[in-house]
């Protein structure tokens, strides 16, 4: 069965900590993997995927086919960046959500 | 850019009524995307549709339908509604063909509360 874990419901840190939110899948096949995020009041919109292996807004998230994680890593957080962070693996036409990680920063 | 429109964005029905959730995608997006979000829970997929076919069906229940029309454009009707469909809607679009066909673009949802 698809299973997406974000263990961490709440992760509250300081302007300027290191950032990172927890990502582990159980996949049949090889997903596709994004984060996508929900700021206040807004809509989910994508963040970053893995196969680009961009960063966005100092977002980065390396996928580990060995421990199937694909954690989301940002070396100093910033107020602008508390919202829902959702892990998402997609294959065929769905995605998969996790339970979503609030990210608070404080200032 | 053109985003994805739902409309309503807020429905207010009884128990035992029907309801009508609109999506509008991307314009040239190929398929849509319905989920489900209860209160403080996270997204579930109900239904997918692709060049007007349904591609794939997630958690969607019976009492639901859904369909996508020539202009792409898709609804989802909901009859005989209980209490625990109160939820936000979400829709989204993507197309299909691209390298990433998983992005999904998502509208603002269509928030129903059942009375």
């Known amino acids: 069965a698809q299973r997406v874990t974000q263990p961490e419901k709440l992760l509250s840190v300081f302007k300027g900590a290191p950032v990172e939110l927890k990502c582990n899948y159980s996949y049949s096949g090889s997903p596709e993997l994004f984060w996508y995020v929900q700021y206040s009041r807004q809509r989910l919109q994508l963040l970053l995927r893995h196969i680009s292996r961009e960063s966005i807004k100092g977002f980065t998230a390396d996928l580990n086919k060995g421990e199937t994680s694909f954690h989301l890593k940002k070396p100093f957080a910033q107020e602008e960046d508390s919202a829902m962070y959702y892990c998402?693996?997609?294959?065929?036409?769905?995605?998969?959500f996790g339970g979503g990680t609030r990210l608070m920063v404080k200032p | 850019a053109a985003g994805v429109i739902q409309s309503p964005r807020h429905l207010i029905k009884e128990k035992r009524e029907t309801a009508t959730l609109k999506c509008y995608p991307i314009?040239?997006?190929?398929?849509v995307y319905w989920y489900q979000q209860g209160p403080g829970q996270d997204p579930q997929f109900l239904i997918s549709f692709y060049e007007k076919m349904q591609s794939d069906k997630g958690s969607i229940p019976d009492r639901f339908s859904a369909q996508q029309f020539s202009d792409y454009h898709s609804e989802l009707n909901m009859s005989s509604l209980e209490l625990g469909d109160s939820a936000l809607y979400f829709c989204?679009?993507?197309?299909?063909?691209?390298?990433?066909?998983?992005?999904?673009?998502f509208g603002p949802g269509t928030r129903l509360t059942v009375l």
């Open positions: 989204a679009s993507s197309l299909v063909g691209v390298r990433w066909r998983n992005e999904q673009f």
């Open positions: 998402a693996p997609g294959a065929g036409n769905m995605l998969t």
């Open positions: 314009p040239r997006h190929d398929t």
